[in-house]
């Protein structure tokens, strides 16, 4: 139990213990700032998420190699037509239980100094006056905390970026949703996306140290739970198949020559042990990322809740924890209203980009899926395939993406 509680006045209340949450109140704890930071989710419920971490966060925060992960050097690709390449990466990536991920920055943040309070959903009063302070009260046992800066990081349905931000449409926000199963008992466990068929998004197989994240990521506004469901059941099923047979479709679609029997096999022991999740994520178009306000009057948002990830990939980690540092950075200089033009002229061209490419990415090009063509050409083309492993562990941007396409479309390797 923190010593800090109800009538007791925190600095900054961080609602929400994922990695901006934690991330942010972390930082501000070392710089001498008195933070509660919320944590609503419940123990055993972790973050409904692929828990792919880039290379660039990993560069730019070593110590998240501290927390358990699996760290990935090739990723297998395919085309919505099923078409495959084999990636291998110059810088690797990580892919993390949630569960653990955010067990080591929450307990970062509790060993720095912040007071870290379960107390389930909260409840949010404004302040009335310009000198009074923001009352957050749990709805499970009625305690209240005071602040005077409030921080939501508590995800895409925040319901107090709605309130200090407003809403987002359906056509502004992506679905993933997904199965957590067991690790094969025999044949390598590869990392996989799989770009859908007939649909804007793609599906992925993410080992982690004991279980394997699949999910498929698509556009909300566009969301068929039954057909997509299915879709994945069937990327799923293939995926077993190929660790037992690689000349075994990924897709059944593909090909007639998958083993009917071994694949109701598979799926049955798979519908036994399969433990499903589903979330939101933000997906903003150029027009929104400019409107959308972040920060106000004692108070900002950061992470999902600021509607930072990004359009194509809907890859938010990074995001999540730079907009904390960011946001530490201004509120520690005295300036927590400098965090919306630092976030802007930091990654705020790479969204918007993001958000600008999102239709073009997923749409045709020369009639057939730009994912097709784009997969094709990587396998005929080093430079090409060079430049897709570079956007996979991101270090590769959108803002500079034409062009080093176009430079790199000139080299035979």
């Known amino acids: ?31 001498g700032v008195k933070v509660a930071l919320f944590d609503g989710r419940p123990a055993d419920e972790p973050k409904a998420c692929g ?73 949010v009063s404004a302040p009335k006056q310009n000198n009074e302070c923001w009352t957050i009260k749990s709805t499970n046992t009625g305690e209240q905390w005071k602040c005077r800066m409030l921080v939501a990081a508590d995800g895409a349905n925040s319901a107090i970026a709605r309130r200090l931000a407003g809403a ?17 008992s025999s044949g390598d ?5 799989a770009f859908l068929p007939r649909w804007a998004g793609y ?29 994945l059941w069937d990327f799923m099923i293939g995926y077993y198949l190929k660790r037992e047979d690689a000349t075994s479709p990924l897709w059944s679609a593909a090909s007639n020559a998958r083993d009917k029997a071994r694949e109701k096999d598979v799926e049955e022991k798979l519908r036994a042990t399969a433990d499903r999740y589903a979330a939101r994520i933000p997906g903003l178009s150029p027009e929104t990322l400019d409107q959308r306000r972040t920060t106000g009057d004692g108070w900002a948002l950061l992470g999902d809740a600021a509607g930072f990830a990004d359009p194509v990939t809907g890859e938010g980690i990074y995001y999540a924890l730079r907009s904390a540092e960011l946001f530490a ?6 300036r927590p209203m400098d965090f919306e033009k630092m976030w ?3 990654f705020g061209r790479e969204l918007r980009r993001a958000g600008q490419m999102r239709r073009r990415f997923y749409g045709s090009f020369h009639g057939a899926p730009f994912t097709d063509r784009l997969v094709d050409f990587a396998r005929l083309h080093g430079g090409i395939r ?17 062009r080093t396409l176009v430079r790199r479309a000139a080299w035979p390797f």
């Not at 084999?86 to 991920?101: D, V, W």
């Not at 466990?189 to 996306?193: D, L, N, P, S, Y």
């Not at 004991?210 to 739970?225: E, K, L």
Request: proline letters at 4%; hydrophobic letters at 40%.
């Open 1 to 31: 139990m923190c010593a800090l509680i109800n009538s007791c006045l925190y600095d900054v209340v961080v609602v929400g213990a994922g990695p901006a949450g934690s991330f942010a109140a972390e930082r501000l704890t070392r710089g």
């Open 51 to 123: 828990g792919g971490v880039t290379s660039k966060a990993l560069k730019a925060w070593p110590h998240l190699l501290e927390a358990a992960a699996r760290t990935v050097n090739e990723v297998e690709m395919y085309s919505p037509a099923g078409r495959g390449i084999r990636l291998k990466l110059k810088e690797p990536f990580a892919i993390y239980s949630r569960r653990a991920f955010d067990s080591h920055l929450r307990e970062r943040a509790r060993n720095a100094g912040a007071c870290v309070i379960s107390a389930g959903r909260v409840s």
């Open 168 to 184: 987002l449409t359906n056509s502004e926000m992506e679905v993933a949703f997904g199965y957590r199963t067991p690790l094969p």
């Open 189 to 193: 466990v590869e990392t996989v996306v």
């Open 203 to 231: 599906a992925w197989a993410f080992p982690r140290l004991d279980h394997i994240s699949f999910g498929i990521a698509t556009a909300q506004d566009d969301f068929d739970h039954h057909s997509l469901n299915c879709l």
């Open 329 to 334: 950075e201004a509120y520690l200089s005295g």
């Open 344 to 346: 802007r002229a930091d």
């Open 386 to 402: 060079r430049t897709l492993c570079e956007l996979v562990v991101g270090d590769q941007g959108y803002v500079n993406l034409k």
